[in-house]
């Protein structure tokens, strides 16, 4: 399998960490609704694939906050690539106490740069400041995202990474009612039609 995840354009070792995550996965998903069953038989390329694209459009010394981690896609990727570099750091958000523990777990087995806050996204805030990047994936729409990350973006420092599926562009024209925001949109190199959006300089309308 380490030579399947090198396709993705990583180093050995980060293949290696990537497929001590693989096998804890799989240990634990069947008891615990880690992603859509329906896409768990694909989780190389739908889920570590898409959440690898992070590591190739934002590289670099970066401090991270993953909102609504769930089964560590992408923000616990994220961290997994980062312990080879042995900088930057994530900050994994996650509400739900078996999907903690499970992260946990995952950050022991594979010695990702990451911590998990077992807290609310609307209370994150209060503790976890100065981030330089904001990521989510499968969380919400566009709008609701922006108000999620706004605590972060308003600084003016941040900038946010959304995985978004082909019908990102309805998701972008119904955030422009609340918000004003500069946009790139990335494709992904994983899933035709799919985007990486990436949006700074957040102000509320």
Known sequence: MAETLSEFGVSRETAERLQRFVKLFEKWAPSINLVAPSTRRDLLRRHIGDSLELARLAP???KWI???SGGGFPGLITA???AEAGHGWVDLVES???KVAFLRAAILETGARA???PIRIEVAAETLRNHDSVSARALAGLDVLCGLAAPWLL????DAWFHKGRD???????ARGRWRFDLIEH???IEPDSVILQVRNLERQ
């Open 66 to 68: 993953d909102l609504g």
């Open 80 to 82: 997994i690539v980062l």
């Open 187 to 189: 494709p992904s190199g």
């Open 96 to 98: 739900n106490n078996k």
């Open 115 to 117: 911590q998990v806050h």
């Open 168 to 174: 990102y562009r309805r998701e972008v024209e119904q």
């Open 155 to 158: 600084e003016g420092r941040a």
């Open 60 to 62: 670099g010394d970066r």
